[in-house]
């Protein structure tokens, strides 16, 4: 699954409206629960696991995508 794909499902928006620049600041579904269920999902659907710092790191699709980049993972 591609990010985008992932984070338009767990954010329950159009895929279209996804972009690298999607992030809590600009995208009102993104609360701090759905964060928590950002990680799971990413955990998951990639089989990896987040450190606190990680998770904490995670402020936008963009740096999720650099962050899985960073564990070997291909999500484009």
Request: proline share 3%; glycine share 6%; no cysteine.
């Amino acid at each position: 699954m591609r990010i985008h794909e992932l984070f338009a499902a767990v954010l329950d928006l159009p895929e279209q409206e996804i972009t690298d620049d999607t992030a809590p600041h600009n995208t009102g579904q993104w609360t701090s629960r759905v964060h928590i269920q950002l990680v799971v999902a990413l955990e998951d659907v990639y089989g990896i696991t987040l450190s606190a710092a990680e998770i904490k790191a995670l402020t936008s699709i963009g740096a999720a995508h650099g962050i899985l980049t960073a564990k070997g993972v291909d999500a484009r």
